[in-house]
């Protein structure tokens, strides 16, 4: 079965061309966005930002797909992609978050500064 793990990425309307470029470079992280996501909010908060979250998945780096989502997760996050916003230079990491949760306890990984409603809850299950 495997080590499975929840998934969500949130990514502003203004990072969303760059991980389309990104994304469109391997079919199988295509298709995992767009046909397996378990949910696919392309208007969220109203602002044309895309959400995207995964339940129980095998998200490993060394499978093509995570892979490419991963390394373009990390470049947004460092920051690497530039746009302008109202005549701003913006940082990338401004416009992104992901946030997994694996079946471990502790195995909790958050990255970007953006999407601040988007955060690890820990409860207790008994």
Not at 22 to 39: G, I, M, P, R, Y
Not at 40 to 68: A, H, N, P, V
């Amino acid at each position: 079965m495997g080590y499975r793990s929840s998934v969500v990425l949130a990514i502003s309307k203004h990072l969303t061309p760059f991980f389309m470029m990104k994304v469109s470079q391997n079919k199988e992280a295509e298709e995992l966005v767009f046909k397996h996501a378990d949910e696919f909010d392309r208007d969220y908060q109203g602002d044309k930002s895309w959400l995207i979250r995964f339940d129980s998945i095998k998200w490993y780096e060394d499978f093509d797909d995570i892979g490419t989502l991963e390394k373009f997760i990390s470049e947004a996050c460092s920051d690497e992609y530039q746009f302008e916003v109202e005549g701003e230079i913006q940082a990338s990491s401004e416009h992104i978050r992901f946030v997994r949760v694996g079946e471990e306890s502790g195995d909790v990984e958050m990255m970007g500064d953006g999407f601040w409603d988007i955060y690890p809850h820990t409860s207790i299950n008994y």
